[in-house]
């Protein structure tokens, strides 16, 4: 009967990840995480420092905005359509006390005003790229910098390209 139990767990458990992993594809790109190195040169990029409001649009596990306020000084914002990875993330910002300079919203980050932000960094795919072209240009206000992790927002002058870390750096 304890087989029988272990198995039907081990079952559950496989099918909740494949949900899971379903659920992040279903509702726009799947979750890759960036690795902390990555998101390290991504500020940098940016040029991220005290005074900027950056945003992260599908922030997963909330490594972008913690470093930006942990480690640049900057007020983050996370928006992620999935309640796991949002939660995880308000786990994070707690453990690092970082309540009062990040925050991580849950929904669709079309359904969101972003027009405060003065960076906004990108690791979706061409077409949430693609998407998001008119909502960038619409909202956000001249001089602010969006930095996309290995996709291209179509049709726009990159201000500048690292092609050994394969970020692209737009300025509205």
């Given at each position: 009967?304890?087989n029988?139990?272990?198995?039907?767990?081990?079952e559950l458990?496989?099918?909740?990840?494949?949900i899971?992993?379903?659920?992040?594809v279903?509702?726009?790109?799947p979750?890759?995480?960036?690795s902390?190195?990555k998101?390290?040169?991504?500020?940098?990029?940016?040029?991220?420092?005290?005074?900027?409001?950056l945003?992260?649009?599908?922030?997963?596990?909330g490594?972008?905005?913690?470093m930006?306020a942990k480690?640049?000084?900057a007020?983050?914002?996370?928006i992620?359509?999935?309640?796991i990875?949002?939660?995880?993330s308000r786990?994070?910002i707690?453990?690092?006390?970082?309540?009062?300079?990040?925050?991580?919203l849950?929904?669709?980050f079309?359904?969101?005003?972003?027009?405060?932000?003065s960076?906004?960094?990108?690791?979706?795919?061409?077409?949430?790229n693609?998407?998001?072209?008119?909502k960038?240009?619409?909202?956000?206000?001249p001089?602010t910098r969006i930095v996309s992790h290995?996709?291209?927002?179509r049709?726009?002058?990159?201000?500048e390209?690292d092609?050994?870390?394969?970020?692209?750096l737009?300025v509205?």
């Amino acid at each position: 009967m304890t087989n029988w139990i272990a198995i039907f767990v081990v079952e559950l458990a496989v099918i909740a990840f494949m949900i899971w992993i379903v659920w992040s594809v279903a509702i726009g790109a799947p979750w890759v995480p960036t690795s902390k190195s990555k998101v390290l040169t991504m500020l940098k990029f940016a040029n991220v420092g005290e005074g900027d409001t950056l945003y992260d649009l599908g922030s997963g596990d909330g490594r972008i905005i913690i470093m930006a306020a942990k480690e640049f000084g900057a007020k983050a914002v996370g928006i992620e359509a999935d309640p796991i990875r949002q939660m995880w993330s308000r786990l994070m910002i707690r453990r690092h006390k970082l309540r009062d300079h990040v925050k991580v919203l849950r929904g669709n980050f079309f359904n969101f005003d972003i027009g405060d932000a003065s960076v906004v960094t990108l690791y979706l795919g061409v077409s949430a790229n693609n998407k998001l072209r008119e909502k960038l240009f619409k909202e956000l206000k001249p001089g602010t910098r969006i930095v996309s992790h290995h996709f291209l927002l179509r049709d726009w002058e990159i201000a500048e390209h690292d092609e050994k870390a394969d970020l692209y750096l737009y300025v509205i």
